[in-house]
């Protein structure tokens, strides 16, 4: 049972920058795909950057794309998001999940940190 605690989240002015963090407590994080999602209110959750076990691959979703950058740290079992040039629409509760190595769905989920920009 991986388990994942995400922090960094805060309220930012539109233009501004924050930095998310999510901790795992599992020895073999190495082996995950990790991944962003974020869910506003009243809208469906969706994807927002995932990076491969080595962090050779990423993927980012058009709305975020040059704006945000996902990374990782295996040696700190930690995944990133470096969020830049935010806007009022980033807002939302952001939540890391882990996918085990040919599972087809992210299998555990952190709670989520709150992203607030304001205009």
């Known amino acids: 049972q991986v388990q994942l605690v995400e922090s960094g989240g805060g309220l930012v002015q539109a233009g501004g920058s924050l930095s998310l963090s999510c901790a795992a407590s599992?020895?073999?994080?190495?082996?995950?795909?990790m991944g962003w999602f974020r869910q506003a209110p009243g809208k469906e959750r969706e994807s927002v950057a995932a990076i491969s076990p080595t962090g050779v691959n990423t993927y980012y979703a058009d709305s975020v794309k040059g704006r945000f950058t996902i990374s990782r740290d295996n040696a700190k079992n930690t995944v990133y998001l470096q969020m830049n040039s935010l806007k009022p629409e980033d807002t939302a509760v952001y939540l890391c999940?882990?996918?085990?190595?040919?599972?087809?769905?992210?299998?555990?989920w952190g709670q989520g940190t709150q992203v607030t920009v304001s205009s």
């Open positions: 999940a882990a996918r085990w190595p040919n599972s087809g769905t992210f299998d555990y």
């Open positions: 599992e020895r073999t994080f190495s082996l995950y795909t």
